[in-house]
């Protein structure tokens, strides 16, 4: 016996037998049986990633749909880029399932079939025959369903171009394809309304056909429907060009007013009158204080809205909320006769919260945005400049009231509930304070004072001092040591009220001989 690089060669045999043949982890299945001794169909010998071209080499349709990304092969992303032995795995004898497929739990999703509306119920067996490969299913419609078609094969057996897989009965023709297109109103029409029988023969395709029983005219047109009315509109509404055939065009709100609503006689057994009041005196809502002029304000397009030019033809310029205010709400008596005050007082008597204090002349403060917008007052007109923290405070903080007359302008009539001293140090909180922020504060006492603190009175607390609440504005204390300090002497001292000529500012308890 010879063994050479390809196999083993056996004095005797046709062939070599290849040496893979030899540790053959197990028998093929059934289906790959003949090549179980043709090891080099499926594999290359040093070349694991070979197998899959030649599996492709026996396999030419599955080759196919990987090239052109078609089927399952080519489409399902769980068989991108993965071995053919991943799923179809050889050598484990030969009843061995190749396919290895779970009908129950396979996503059909993943073929060029997807199963959707009435097909999601569908047996699999239904479509894919037993003895048959499963890319050899019926793909059209006409395959499974020729036997339901109740049309008879009259319109072929495209079914797909009418019918769709969630309702089969819910039909989308394109019948713009047939001799009669629909147009308009035509779409929203259903087929039965038309096609009385399923096998669709030529049906009539004039207008009176199919709407002589909504003819109102009673056949005085003689059939002659498409003269006023379109399938672009509804049956009521019509086409009919009113401007060359009776010089009063249709624009605005009359465009889509019926012809009954005017013509209430018949279309030619009255003379309608042109003007605005010959149809409008009732929504006439003047009660005839303008005459018949209806045009003068009003238009076509609509009743309820006019085009009076306020600004132009008055002295009284119609600007921010007064571009929506009503007529009515100004004008209450006859429009023609009435001379109104322009004043904004005239009319906004009722809305002034103020009641009077601050005048008449309410545009100081507001304008016609609104009347309860933002104020535009410059407080820096008044003897109070709002600065820092007290121009970002609302008015309604200071000014309780809507009068604006009764607030102080010294700090402690807003800020007596915040003054932590308590009124020792008087009521002129800015000696210390500023409206930047009232926390914070510098006082210098020996510039702002006649009485300079040194020693241990530079360290001193304000409140050690000044220790009771003041009447006045000032807070005055006496600048003699014996004010603050008679209660600290040891013992009742026979120099006098005169403390400085043995102690001194560093510590009252540091004494030394008087000079």
């Known amino acids: 016996m010879l063994v050479?690089?390809?196999?083993?060669?056996?004095?005797g045999d046709a062939q070599a037998v290849p040496v893979e043949s030899f540790v053959m982890p197990g028998?093929?299945?059934?289906?790959?049986?003949?090549?179980?001794r043709q090891c080099t169909k499926c594999h290359e010998p040093f070349d694991k990633a070979a197998q899959d071209r030649l599996c492709l080499a026996?396999?030419?349709?599955?080759?196919?749909?990987?090239?052109?990304?078609?089927?399952?092969?080519?489409q399902a992303s769980v068989v991108q880029g993965r071995p053919?032995?991943?799923?179809h795995g050889e050598h484990k004898g030969r009843g061995a399932d190749l396919i290895r497929l779970?009908?129950?739990?396979?996503?059909?999703?993943?073929?060029?079939?997807?199963?959707?509306?009435?097909?999601?119920?569908?047996?699999?067996?239904?479509?894919?025959?037993?003895?048959?490969r499963f890319r050899e299913a019926p793909s059209h419609c006409s395959d499974c369903h020729a036997r339901k078609d109740p049309h008879e094969g009259s319109v072929g057996?495209?079914?797909?171009?009418?019918?769709?897989?969630?309702?089969?009965?819910?039909?989308?023709?394109?019948?713009?394809?047939?001799?009669?297109?629909?147009?308009g109103r035509h779409r929203e029409a259903r087929c039965e309304g038309c096609h009385k029988t399923k096998k669709f023969k030529p049906t009539a395709s004039t207008c009176y056909a199919c709407h002589e029983r909504d003819d109102k005219h009673r056949g005085s047109f003689a059939g002659n429907c498409q003269s006023c009315h379109t399938p672009m509109r509804k049956w009521r509404a019509t086409e009919f060009d009113h401007l060359r055939k009776t010089k009063f065009p249709l624009t605005g709100r009359h465009a889509s007013t019926s012809c009954e609503k005017c013509h209430r006689d018949g279309l030619a057994a009255e003379r309608t009158a042109t003007n605005c009041h010959g149809c409008h005196e009732r929504n006439d809502g003047h009660h005839g204080q303008f005459g018949r002029t209806c045009e003068t304000c009003h238009t076509p397009a609509e009743w309820r809205r006019h085009t009076f030019e306020h600004d132009r033809r008055t002295r009284f310029a119609l600007r921010g909320r007064h571009t929506e205010a009503r007529c009515t709400g100004c004008h209450r008596g006859a429009l023609q006769a009435e001379h109104l005050d322009r004043s904004c007082y005239a009319c906004h008597r009722e809305d002034d919260v103020h009641h009077g204090r601050e005048g008449t002349r309410c545009d100081k403060c507001h304008d016609e945005r609104g009347w309860n917008r933002d104020v535009l007052f410059d407080h820096d007109s008044t003897q109070f400049r709002l600065l820092d923290s007290h121009a970002r405070i609302a008015c309604m903080q200071c000014h309780v009231s809507r009068t604006f007359k009764e607030v102080a302008r010294d700090c402690a009539s807003c800020h007596q509930?915040?003054?932590?001293?308590?009124?020792?140090?008087?009521?002129?909180?800015?000696?210390?304070?500023?409206?930047?922020?009232?926390?914070?504060?510098?006082?210098?006492?020996?510039?702002?004072?006649?009485?300079r603190l040194e020693g241990a009175h530079a360290k001193a607390k304000c409140e050690a001092c000044h220790r009771e609440p003041v009447v006045d504005r000032m807070a005055p204390l006496s600048p003699r040591c014996v004010s603050c300090h008679e209660g600290d002497s040891v013992r009742r001292c026979q120099r006098g009220a005169e403390c400085e000529r043995c102690h001194e500012m560093s510590s009252f308890r540091v004494a030394h001989a008087p000079e």
């Open 4 to 11: 050479t690089a390809a196999g083993v060669w056996a004095p």
């Open 102 to 132: 779970d009908r129950e739990k396979f996503d059909h999703r993943l073929t060029d079939r997807p199963l959707r509306g009435g097909h999601v119920r569908v047996r699999c067996d239904d479509c894919h025959a037993p003895g048959k």
């Open 417 to 451: 509930k915040a003054d932590v001293h308590r009124n020792r140090l008087g009521g002129r909180c800015g000696n210390c304070h500023n409206s930047a922020a009232w926390q914070t504060w510098k006082f210098d006492h020996s510039l702002q004072t006649k009485y």
């Open 157 to 183: 057996l495209a079914c797909a171009n009418c019918h769709e897989e969630t309702v089969w009965k819910t039909v989308r023709f394109d019948h713009n394809a047939a001799a009669f297109r629909l147009e």
């Open 58 to 74: 026996c396999h030419k349709d599955v080759g196919a749909d990987l090239d052109e990304k078609h089927g399952y092969h080519g």
């Open 84 to 87: 053919c032995k991943t799923c």
């Open 27 to 36: 028998k093929l299945a059934i289906k790959h049986a003949r090549l179980e």
